[in-house]
């Protein structure tokens, strides 16, 4: 502890310092992370696309009133991360056979550059100046992880436990469970039988649109698979003698904080100075109440992880950088007619009602959005028994082109979150679909990055001041 207050402290000296001797340029951190496929890759990469070329940004300030003079690609400041591949992504969404990239399982990251020169009045007392923006991308199942730092073994396993009782995808590992012993000798079949049951029951509640699946790195391993510290399972309260399967998997739980956890909240997360927090909102609402409860609890749980505040000169030397913003955005509205774009902001505003009040009451700015970082539909209204109904028109997997409706989100989104919470397994009065479409192809004019909704809003709260 003594040795983190004493790193975050010289970081900080050195941050001002570079301030203070007139040698530093300004320097944004946006983190970028999501839940259960919320689209964190797709967003990056129009958001880049459309900052190099502004022309459907008209939501921006400092677009609209000239301030932006240039935008540029960097290298990324980090020599151990590595880059965000936005071209690639570009290429994927935008070419001639247009598709979703591959989604996040890492920690990357990509600079870009701001030449701004403001007008009128302010042309003479501020100047121009140059801008820094670095945009760090990471799984938000990392992010949910951060919890874990103020949970024993114990406080988690029952938590994962109570969850996972009311799944059918925890089956299996449930019958695994019964027929263990915690307090008999630690046995390594046993152990890694149970370690894998857990996580293939994490891999089926994240496809069948739960949020809440830690740990996290048990769905993305990467080089640390079959580790130790990822291999343990939550288990039942009781007592752990020396040598038994309880006492091995609290002590792995913790070396996964500890060597897992804790490094990527020194090393990434606590330098952030704004997020935004993406959710597939209506996948939730697809999957049934339980879901949307689960979405919710999951809402409240990642705000736990944010120091959210004002980031003051000796608050950032002795306590490290707090989140000043923090924006939930629920994507993918094209699905959606745009009629009903203002129920889904304000089932985003309720589905994390807990979480942004702690945030408001600690001084962070917070907002709910409802967006589409690309757009892949195009509204039209047709005729249904009789009467005229709006839909949206995509390009199916198999190539067709189809009208759709998810179906009518309530005015008052209560109606929805009340559900889950009284346990409710199906909607009751209503029926919401999800179609899995594709991008549709493009013909972009110079100046114009791909089209989207609400994208440009989400730059102004984000990054607009500091333009």
Not at 20 to 49: C, D, H, N, Q, Y
Not at 89 to 114: I, K, Y
Not at 287 to 308: H, I, N, S, Y
Not at 434 to 439: A, C, E, H, Q, Y
């Amino acid at each position: 502890m003594i040795g983190e207050m004493k790193d975050g402290i010289l970081t900080g000296l050195g941050r001002a310092g570079r301030r203070l001797t007139g040698g530093f340029e300004p320097t944004l951190r946006l983190g970028v992370t999501g839940l259960s496929r919320a689209g964190k890759t797709v967003f990056i990469t129009s958001l880049v696309a459309n900052l190099l070329e502004r022309g459907r940004m008209p939501g921006m300030r400092s677009v609209t009133d000239g301030a932006i003079k240039a935008v540029w690609l960097q290298p990324q400041p980090s020599d151990t991360l590595p880059r965000f591949d936005y071209e690639t992504n570009l290429e994927t969404m935008t070419g001639p056979a247009p598709d979703w990239p591959d989604s996040t399982r890492a920690v990357s990251e990509l600079r870009l550059s701001f030449r701004v020169e403001p007008g009128g009045l302010l042309a003479g007392v501020r100047g121009p100046k140059t801008l820094h923006l670095d945009i760090v991308d990471y799984p938000g199942e990392w992010l949910l992880d951060l919890s874990l730092l103020e949970k024993e073994f114990d406080d988690w396993s029952a938590d994962a436990l109570e969850r996972a009782s009311r799944r059918s995808e925890a089956t299996a590992f449930r019958e695994a469970l019964e027929g263990a012993d915690p307090e008999a000798p630690f046995d390594i079949r046993q152990a890694t039988a149970l370690a894998e049951g857990w996580t293939q029951y994490l891999h089926a509640a994240k496809a069948a649109g739960y949020s809440d699946c830690s740990p996290g790195r048990f769905l993305l391993p990467g080089p640390m698979e079959g580790s130790p510290a990822l291999t343990f399972a939550p288990l039942p309260p009781g007592e752990a003698p020396k040598g038994s399967l309880r006492a091995e998997f609290r002590r792995r739980y913790e070396a996964y904080k500890r060597e897992i956890v804790r490094p990527f909240f020194r090393d990434h997360f606590a330098r952030i100075d704004r997020q935004i927090v993406l959710v597939d909102a209506l996948g939730a609402i697809h999957a049934g109440p339980q879901a949307v409860e689960d979405l919710r609890r999951a809402m409240a749980d990642v705000l736990g992880a944010f120091r959210p505040g004002r980031n003051a000169f000796l608050t950032e030397i002795l306590r490290g950088k707090r989140v000043e913003k923090i924006l939930f955005a629920a994507t993918k509205a094209d699905h959606l007619h745009h009629t009903q774009h203002g129920r889904l902001t304000r089932i985003m505003e309720a589905l994390v009602t807990d979480a942004k009040a702690r945030a408001d009451y600690a001084g962070a700015q917070t907002a709910a959005i409802a967006m589409a970082s690309l757009r892949a539909t195009t509204e039209d209204q047709i005729e249904v028994n009789g009467e005229m109904a709006n839909v949206v028109r995509g390009i199916l997997r198999d190539g067709r082109r189809a009208a759709f409706s998810p179906g009518e989100l309530p005015e008052d989104p209560r109606q929805l979150l009340a559900q889950g919470r009284q346990g409710q397994e199906d909607w009751l009065g209503g029926d919401y679909e999800v179609m899995d479409i594709l991008p549709q192809p493009l013909t972009l004019a110079p100046g114009e990055g791909p089209p989207h909704i609400r994208l440009d809003r989400a730059a102004e709260f984000l990054i607009g001041d500091k333009l």
